[in-house]
């Protein structure tokens, strides 16, 4: 399945991916609102993203616990390129930046 428009885990296009990743890095950088009821909403940028997460660094706000699950919008300037906030969750962070997985 396919969040992002352009982005693909068609296994032709994959190449010299770290073995635990499913699928291509696109890097990019994409606003990102990050929501959840006991820390509000949290604005971040991607550094890269794929059909399994993103890279999203944060900027002066406290970084969420890891497995904490958390609603995300990623924003265009012209408008959200998901109305609907998609399901993700914290897998990792280092230092202000954290790895979100899609939930399926």
């Known amino acids: 399945m396919t969040f992002i428009t352009g982005i693909t885990n068609d296994p032709s296009r994959i190449h010299k991916l770290d073995d635990r990743r499913r699928s291509e890095r696109k890097s990019t950088t994409i606003r990102v609102e990050i929501m959840h009821p006991s820390i509000g909403t949290i604005i971040g940028s991607t550094q890269d993203i794929s059909d399994g997460g993103a890279s999203v660094k944060i900027e002066n706000h406290p970084i969420p616990p890891l497995g904490t699950e958390v609603k995300v919008r990623f924003v265009k300037m ?3 390129i998901n109305q609907e906030p998609v399901d993700m969750k ?3 962070h280092q230092r202000n930046t954290i790895g979100l997985m899609f939930a399926r």
């Open 78 to 80: 012209v408008g959200a």
């Open 90 to 92: 914290v897998m990792h």
